[in-house]
């Protein structure tokens, strides 16, 4: 007897529905919320997705009403959430080496005079690394539970994912191969931040931009 496959996530639709009159006003979009459940998973609490649901619809806290379009578009926008989360759970329980973050790109058709790396597609990490960061932030102690190695490897996500981080990023001029390689190294922090709290960490990489 084989164990039956859980379905994954619509991304697709989960994001059309972050992105309409279906969502709350101040939800998070598909970006940022990956990057948040990555966090919530991969850190030391693991809070429930009740418990962090309302940071979900509305990450600013803006205390105003949470509206959704109908109820039947409330109702499938949480269940595709939750099945997102689900998803991420397995996919760092089983082989977090696995995990691939969810980021836009820009395209070569984009007119806005857009930057590539050898005629690529370029990643947007800001939201992302935006999610990861309040993620982690909602646990208890996190930064203080992590080593020095873990702080470093983080670094380049508080740089693109805060305000504070905003004018130090813009000092440090990084080239599109420089970005780029940050990019590719958000699998790596998260397996490296799930394997510490889950007290399994070997080696450490360090990621330099």
Same mark, same amino acid.
């Given at each position: ?15 059309? +529905? +972050? ?79 696995? /995990?691939?973050?969810?980021? /836009? ?54 740089? /693109? ?10 000092? +440090? ?12 190294? +958000? ?23």
């Amino acid at each position: 007897m084989t164990d039956a496959i859980a379905p994954t996530a619509d991304l697709d639709r989960l994001a059309e +529905l +972050l992105g309409s009159n279906a969502s709350p006003e101040h939800v998070m979009d598909i970006s940022t919320l990956d990057g948040f459940i990555a966090a919530a998973l991969a850190g030391p609490d693991q809070p429930r997705l009740a418990d962090v649901l309302p940071w979900i619809l509305d990450p600013e806290r803006t205390e105003q009403d949470v509206g959704f379009g109908s109820e039947e578009e409330a109702q499938e926008l949480i269940a595709l959430i939750g099945q997102h989360w689900h998803d991420t759970a397995d996919i760092l329980a089983d082989s977090p080496e696995d /995990y691939e973050p969810v980021l /836009y790109l820009e395209g070569a058709d984009d007119a806005d005079g857009d930057v590539f790396v050898d005629g690529e597609e370029v990643s947007i990490i800001d939201d992302w690394c935006y999610g990861f960061v309040l993620g982690l932030q909602l646990q208890t102690d996190v930064f203080e539970r992590l080593p020095d190695a873990l702080k470093d490897m983080l670094g380049p996500i508080f740089l /693109y994912g805060t305000e504070e981080g905003r004018p130090e990023l813009e000092r +440090l001029q990084l080239t599109p191969e420089q970005h780029e390689s940050i990019a590719e190294a +958000l699998p790596g922090i998260v397996a490296a931040v799930y394997a510490h709290f889950r007290g399994d960490a070997e080696s450490i990489p360090t990621v330099s931009a």
